[in-house]
């Protein structure tokens, strides 16, 4: 069936440095993909809203200047975190949806992140 | 931001037992769902109810909804040791999902 697929599984940086996450639909296509983080024994919070061909729909208290997403193609959304810092480190999951018109949505296997 | 509250937030039951997790909500819906997460992994897709319907089966899965009380329940029966994870329930508007807080499960074998 169809899936989402996230790379890379975890992730370790330094401080001050940028890095991306990769999220694909699999055997489908989706206009719009979102982006979520949870911290540790929490739920995940909705950071944005990707979108195909147009800018990305940030959450309120999310800074998009640190959190840079390209939907580059129809099954490609990518996650840059830029000059990451300690408190960025994070499970990073993104959410497809399973059609145009579906209020289901299929999610990656998330990305851990730690930045030291 | 959470939509709301999820009770209770951790769930320690014996396999065979039926687990209930309630969820609160704040905001008018077009549908309520219902996701597992296994212990670092993503999330799986259980359960989506219409804020025109008051309960729905799948399974060993029975959801209610309550849009007077802004609350869905979700009953998992005959539980199994595979069934520990976490639940969220997710409301939706705009095709966007706003999780509730969870509740963790634990299944004792």
């Known amino acids: 069936g169809a899936v989402v697929s996230q790379h890379p599984s975890w992730v370790i940086c330094k401080s001050g440095t940028s890095v991306k996450i990769e999220c694909r639909s699999l055997?489908?296509?989706?206009?719009?993909m979102f982006w979520y983080r949870q911290f540790p024994k929490q739920s995940l919070m909705l950071m944005a809203t990707?979108?195909?061909?147009?800018?990305?729909?940030?959450e309120q208290g999310v800074e998009k200047d640190k959190f840079l997403i390209n939907h580059a193609s129809l099954t490609l959304s990518t996650l840059t975190v830029t000059s990451a810092h300690p408190e960025d480190s994070s499970f990073y999951i993104c959410?497809?949806?399973?059609?145009?018109?579906?209020?289901?949505?299929?999610f990656g296997p998330g990305t851990r992140l730690t930045v030291t | 931001s959470q939509q709301g509250e999820e009770d209770p937030q951790a769930l320690s039951i014996q396999e065979g037992e039926n687990a209930t997790m309630n969820c609160s909500y704040k905001?008018?819906?077009?549908?309520l769902q219902w996701y597992r997460q296994n212990s670092g992994r993503g999330l799986v897709h259980l359960i989506l109810?219409?804020?025109?319907?008051r309960e729905k089966h799948s399974g060993r899965l029975r959801v209610t909804l309550d849009t007077s009380k802004k609350s869905s329940s979700l009953l998992i029966t005959a539980s199994r040791a595979a069934d520990t994870a976490s639940y969220f329930c997710?409301?939706?508007?705009?095709?966007?999902?706003?999780f509730g807080q969870g509740t963790t499960l634990q299944v004792k074998p």
């Open positions: 109810i219409r804020s025109n319907e």
């Open positions: 055997d489908f296509q989706a206009t719009t």
């Open positions: 997710a409301t939706s508007n705009t095709g966007k999902l706003i």
């Open positions: 959410s497809a949806p399973r059609a145009s018109n579906s209020y289901e949505q299929y």
């Open positions: 905001t008018s819906i077009n549908n």
């Open positions: 990707s979108n195909e061909g147009s800018k990305a729909t940030y």
